[in-house]
């Protein structure tokens, strides 16, 4: 537990300098403030138990503490909340895009064809970035499925309804058949989707990564039965996605 502890460092001095309180409890770090608590774990048998524990694996804990944070103050309640009639749907450009998800999305940027953005008083306070569209046999002649690629927010800022605008906004505008995403089951139970207007289509299977021992980076694994050198790396998987896919007009 010691040698666990050090990994900790970093995100607990970045937390108690947003007068959150941690203390170590049983392999976990609790994380208070007011009268809301919440455990980070990086025991996988935890992942799901209640909506107070947040399993996040150790190499992400290391590698990506900063990005933990805003996951932090969502499950405390310390976020400020905005609502989304007060917000205006804007495009945005590529650059703003890629700043923006690298500073507050948990896995960064990623290629994307289309970007939209949540503005609050002129505050770009949410974005999403989409895929071209595509045809799908599943889908009407003429009509195409596209992909929402990344959505988050501001860390510290809720915005009700954000994802739904966004989502509504975009399948208007594009006249989509219908639009789908990945969720990562290791973070997330699909909830807030369903509540912006997904529905679960079906699961995908888990996937094997290695971490590097010295940096704690990823790297994926397309064959999980492939050989590696256990000296610089060593394997974990995920929890799979739930794909979901986005029909607003379908009952």
């Known amino acids: 537990m010691h040698d666990i502890k050090k990994y900790f ?58 990005k933990i944070i805003p996951i932090i103050l969502s499950k405390l309640n310390l976020n400020k909340t905005i609502f989304a009639r007060n917000c205006i749907v804007q495009k945005i450009d590529k650059t703003t895009a890629k700043y923006f998800f690298d500073k507050w999305h948990f896995f960064g940027s990623t290629t994307s064809a289309y970007n939209y953005g949540l503005f609050y008083k002129n505050e770009l306070v949410g974005a999403a970035s989409f895929s071209k569209g595509r045809s799908m046999n599943r889908l009407a002649i003429g009509k195409q499925s596209f992909e929402l690629i990344r959505f988050c927010c501001k860390s510290g800022i809720t915005v009700t309804g954000g994802l739904s605008k966004l989502m509504k906004h975009f399948y208007d505008e594009k006249k989509a058949g219908d639009i789908m995403t990945y969720v990562d089951k290791q973070f997330s139970n699909g ?26 980076k990823r790297t994926l694994l397309k064959n999980k039965d492939e050989n590696f050198d256990a000296t610089l790396f060593y394997r974990v998987e995920n929890l799979g996605n739930a794909k979901m896919i986005y029909t607003p007009n379908e009952k």
């Open 191 to 216: 909830d807030s989707f369903i509540k912006a207007g997904f529905k679960k289509h079906s699961d995908t299977p888990p996937l094997s990564f290695l971490v590097n021992k010295k940096t704690f």
């Open 9 to 66: 460092s970093p995100l607990i001095k970045a937390l108690k300098e947003l007068s959150i309180d941690c203390v170590f409890k049983n392999e976990s770090l609790v994380v208070s403030s007011k009268e809301n608590t919440v455990s980070i774990s990086f025991n996988s048998n935890d992942l799901n138990k209640n909506t107070s524990t947040v399993t996040v694996p150790i190499d992400h804990i290391i590698s990506r503490h900063e």
